[in-house]
T-cell receptor
Framework: GDSVTQMEGPVTLSEEAFLTINCTYT??????LFWYVQYPGEGLQLLLK?????DKGSNKGFEATYRKETTSFHLEKGSVQVSDSAVYFC???????????FGKGTKLSVKP | GAVVSQHPSWVICKSGTSVKIECRSL??????MFWYRQFPKQSLMLMAT?????????EQGVEKDKFLINHASLTLSTLTVTSAHPEDSSFYIC????????????FGEGSRLTVL
């Protein structure tokens, strides 16, 4: 079945460091890909998405490119801030009724 | 933007009692809602798909008699954990789709259940 694999955390970075969180997927067909973020004490929020190959999703300085050839959707940010500390989930829409399949999540801690 | 609200956000109950969690789509109608369970340091696991006006579809391994789902209207789905036990303690999250073409889901804030 469809699945998502993302790098295990936690990831600890200093402010203004470069961030990469790897995400690869296995799917039949051509799913849409998502990154969701969960800030402490809050629900999941959509960070960015890409619906087809070579699309780049971007938001709040984060970006990820849908790479069909490598089945990847790595999340990157050039300069992280303390406020980016959260858990990041990679996901794809693999269910017949539109449910999302999630990776295990990667906790990011950014130190000042 | 679309908002999905869950209530309660925190609940503590005694073993053997039942707990109901509500999920509401506040500014759109959701014919389908999804219930996920999140274990510590693990991913969100889909429990069931809730369809308005029909029976929920449960994922393999999820006890339908234990986790009762009712989707009585286009804006409300409820999850009732019946005869709760400590192993049911978890973070339960609902989500809803407003536009199936985009695939995006909107999530509730989650409900933390602790069974003593």
């Amino acid at each position: 079945g469809d699945s998502v694999t993302q790098m295990e955390g936690p990831v600890t970075l200093s402010e203004e460091a470069f961030l990469t969180i790897n995400c690869t997927y296995t799917a039949t067909g051509y799913p849409s890909l998502f990154w969701y973020v969960q800030y402490p004490g809050e629900g999941l929020q959509l960070l960015l998405k890409a619906t087809k190959a070579d699309d780049k999703g971007s938001n709040k300085g984060f970006e990820a490119t849908y790479r069909k050839e490598t089945t990847s959707f790595h999340l990157e940010k050039g300069s992280v801030q303390v406020s980016d500390s959260a858990v990041y989930f990679c996901a794809l829409n693999g269910g017949s009724q539109g449910n999302l399949i999630f990776g295990k999540g990667t906790k990011l801690s950014v130190k000042p | 933007g679309a908002v999905v609200s869950q209530h309660p956000s925190w609940v503590i109950c005694k073993s053997g009692t039942s707990v109901k969690i509500e999920c509401r789509s506040l500014d759109f109608q959701a014919t389908t809602m999804f219930w996920y369970r999140q274990f510590p340091k693990q991913s969100l696991m889909l429990m069931a798909t809730s369809n308005e006006g029909s029976k929920a579809t449960y994922e393999q391994g999820v006890e339908k008699d234990k986790f009762l789902i009712n989707h009585a209207s286009l804006t409300l789905s409820t999850l009732t954990v019946t005869s709760a036990h400590p192993e049911d303690s978890s973070f339960y999250i609902c989500s809803a789709s407003r536009n199936s073409n985009t695939g995006e889901l909107f999530f509730g804030e989650g409900s933390r259940l602790t069974v003593l």
